[in-house]
């Protein structure tokens, strides 16, 4: 299978860096498995018969490659019949949704199977996309949109089949959590907290994405789409962030056994807003952890526990890759 | 509730009929036959319903029935929790405010500024009213420009 990665950011090179290293995995799936090209937002590299995987770990720009088409799009490559697969991870735009949602049509269209943690195509075009991918019998996973390293998707499809998900919370967002951790446990106020989580590489500059609740719900309407079958818009998720949160507050809610959490919430209605969780609570958990609980009717209740940024979702991505390759292997052998 | 029963077939059924038709779930019954009065007999029942308004139906559908009702007591259950409103908050108001007969048993204050106090609230509130009571909260938070951190799980 011939795999084109559509983006060369922080988490473009890291997945670069686990191909490298699963290599022999992958090929024991699809001994046939290679990455043709790379594109970044200036250009491409491309090779029907496989890109030097140990060459394109060890740069930090595409450029440096060798044979690097400056000023080529993505959309060639995807095009142009040169691909099997499209592992999409530019950058989340929950404006427009752009470069992905281009980049995920033409793919889908082209019955190109595409795995991909980018929210933005996916808050603003989950039906639309499912459709594109079922009618043209290919693949669009996902799962390191959501949660990062938490396999939550993978969980609900493969185990909870006959379960009916009646309300799922979590905290899905590592740099809110981050925040209202160092509050709760050395109880300094939302502005120290958040500038150390600046400092540290956790929180962006602008940090309204995050500590406005905006990822969170992003998040949300995903989730939602995905796992409990609505077709649900971001303006539907009711939405309040912490930068509220006074040190008193926690204070007041930590002598009362409970930690002020940001929670996203599918139930009756779709919320985003800040709850006292109980400090016993399974979705208790600290740093930058993100964890989503699940109620249904017959498991009753499930709570994954994970990484939910970073490098960490690789392992998503690549799990991913790997369903993707095994179902093609499959229906290989079927003769289909 | 214990209702006075005619000392004659069919009589306790005729009187759970409103009962189950109302969702009552029997949860113990006593039927005193050996102590008939003037050909009544008194059945005792606890009977745990869904809402306030179906006890409340249950007793009228009885009484419209023609069965005598010699007592009954309702006892709701009701569930503590824990809120923290954050902001400019006229606590006065939110002590006055009674919703669906939630009661705030518990208030701590911290204010550090006048413009940004952090209010804990324990409230009592029927179990069968949480989402009403959460929403309640929620609107005078909003009216007062005030964050409400409501509970995981009302």
Do not use: W
């Amino acid at each position: 299978m011939r795999a084109l990665l559509v983006g060369f950011g922080f988490l473009g090179k890291e997945l670069i860096k686990a191909l490298r290293n699963k290599m022999d995995l992958l090929r024991s799936v699809d001994n046939g498995f290679r990455v043709v090209g790379v594109a970044d937002s200036k250009g491409y590299i491309y090779s029907g018969d496989g890109l030097n995987i140990e060459k394109l770990s060890s740069i930090t720009r595409l450029s440096e490659y060798g044979g690097y088409k400056l000023g080529g799009i993505a959309a060639e490559l995807i095009d142009g019949d040169l691909c099997d697969v499209m592992i999409e991870v530019t950058p989340t735009n929950i404006r427009d949704g752009e470069p992905g949602l281009t980049h995920i049509r033409l793919a889908l269209s082209k019955g190109i199977h595409v795995v991909t943690p980018n929210k933005g195509p996916l808050v603003l075009a989950f039906r639309e996309l499912m459709s594109l991918a079922e009618r043209n019998g290919c693949d669009l996973l996902y799962e390191g949109a959501v949660a990062g390293a938490i396999p939550i998707f993978s969980l609900v499809r493969e185990c909870l089949q006959g379960d009916k998900i009646v309300r799922l919370s979590g905290i899905l967002n590592g740099t809110t959590n981050y925040i209202l951790s160092r509050m709760f446990f050395e109880e300094i106020s939302f502005e120290i907290a958040l500038k150390e989580a600046q400092e540290k590489g956790i929180a962006e500059r602008d940090p309204s994405y995050d500590v406005d609740g905006i990822d969170t719900a992003c998040k949300i309407v995903i989730l939602a789409n995905a796992l409990m079958g609505r077709d649900v818009k971001i303006n539907d998720v009711e939405r309040v962030g912490i930068r509220g949160i006074t040190q008193e507050a926690i204070i007041l809610a930590k002598k009362s056994n409970y930690a002020i959490k940001l929670i996203g919430t599918i139930d009756k209605r779709l919320e985003v807003s800040p709850k006292l969780v109980p400090i016993n609570h399974p979705l208790c958990v600290h740093g930058t952890l993100n964890a989503i609980h699940l109620e249904t009717d017959l498991a009753k209740e499930i709570t994954l526990v994970g990484y939910g940024a970073g490098k960490e979702t690789v392992s998503a991505i690549l799990n991913d890759l790997i369903t993707v390759l095994k179902k093609r292997s499959r229906r290989k052998a079927l003769g289909k | 509730m214990t209702l006075a029963l005619a000392d004659k077939p069919g009589q306790l059924l005729r009187a759970l009929e409103p009962i189950a038709k109302n969702g009552g779930n029997i949860i113990s019954i006593i039927h005193e036959r050996d102590k008939p009065v003037e050909g009544y007999v008194p059945v005792s029942l606890v009977v745990d319903f869904p809402s306030h308004q179906s006890f409340r139906n249950t007793i009228n559908e009885l009484k419209s029935l023609g069965i005598m009702i010699m007592r009954s007591e309702e006892i709701v259950e009701k569930v503590r929790l824990t809120f923290i409103l954050i902001g400019g908050v006229d606590l006065r108001k939110i002590i006055e405010s009674r919703v669906k007969g939630a009661e705030i048993i518990g208030l701590e204050a911290s204010t550090p500024r006048l413009d940004e106090v952090s209010v804990k609230l324990e409230v009592e509130a029927p179990a069968g009213n949480l989402d009403e009571v959460v929403d309640h909260l929620k609107r005078l938070a909003k009216e007062q420009n005030a964050t409400l951190i409501s509970p995981i799980y009302p």
